[in-house]
Each structure stands twice: as C-alpha cells, then as structure tokens.
C-alpha cells in the first residue's frame, strides 16, 4: 500500500496477486511489471494472471532477473558476492536496513528456468520475450543461454491466452 501513494486511483483493483478478486478470462490485457521477482511462487502469480485474461488476450509480463547487474536491486551489484554480505554493505553505506531481504520480498528467479516453465504451459503462448531496458538487444540476447541472464537485465514477456 505504501507504494501506492496517499490514495490509489478510482476503479483501483488492490489484491494478493494470488487470489484476483476477478472473474475468468474478463481482461483483455494483463499487466505485471517488476513484480514476479516479488512473489514466492511466480507460477501460482502467473496462472492467475492467466485465468483472468479472456482467451486471445495478452498476458504482459517484466521482471529482473536475478543474474542480471540489477538483480539484488537496491543493493546491487554487490548481490553477485552474496544477499547478506550486499545488504550489510548497503547498510553500512546508507545507514539504514535494505527495503529487500533475499527470500522474503526479492526472489532469484531466472529468465531461462522461467522461459522453460511458461513454454510448458498449455494456457499461454509466448508472442515475445525480450529485453525491455535494451530494445536494440531485442529478442536476439534473451536466445543466448547464460549470456541472457547478465545481458537483458530485464525481460519482457509477453504472452497470449489459449483457448481452454
């Protein structure tokens, strides 16, 4: 809620990600940016965004992936040497605890185990999956295996409903 602001706008849905307070398929569009590397369970989050896209429609997901130079985020590059020993750097540097703690609120989660896992289901399809922040990099790096999780630093997915 913090991070909403004082007042979320009119016509806001704030919900577990898990549990939409939605009907199936009664979104066109879907949209989750920064959020998987959040949840404990991407899956679980992405078969809800799933459920609630009508089928044709567009899944949009994007999320930084944790080899990638913003992979620990605030604490950041320093996560490549370890989370505890990143987030004691960042509090001795900033005098204040990290906002992220590696499995509670920030998750390793990684373009090529994601890709494998979205690529078995048979609720969506992959239309595009790509580097967001390196549009020149397009599709081209997130094909190259190891490489892709230092070099897209954020991927974009995006996927369309199947049909059930």
Known sequence: MDE???????GAVIADGYLL?????????TFSSNVLEHVADPQTFLSE????TRPG???YVSFTNWLSPWGGHEWAPWHYFGAERARARYRRRTGRAAKHTLGENLFAVHIGATLRQVRARDDVEIVSARSRYWPFL????????GIREFATWNLLLILRRCPP
């Open 57 to 59: 429609g567009l899944v």
């Open 21 to 29: 307070p939605l009907q199936d398929g009664v979104a066109d569009v």
């Open 49 to 52: 965004l799933a459920r609630v």
């Open 138 to 145: 397009a599709e081209t790096v997130v094909k190259a295996p």
């Open 4 to 10: 909403l602001g004082e007042k979320p706008s009119d």
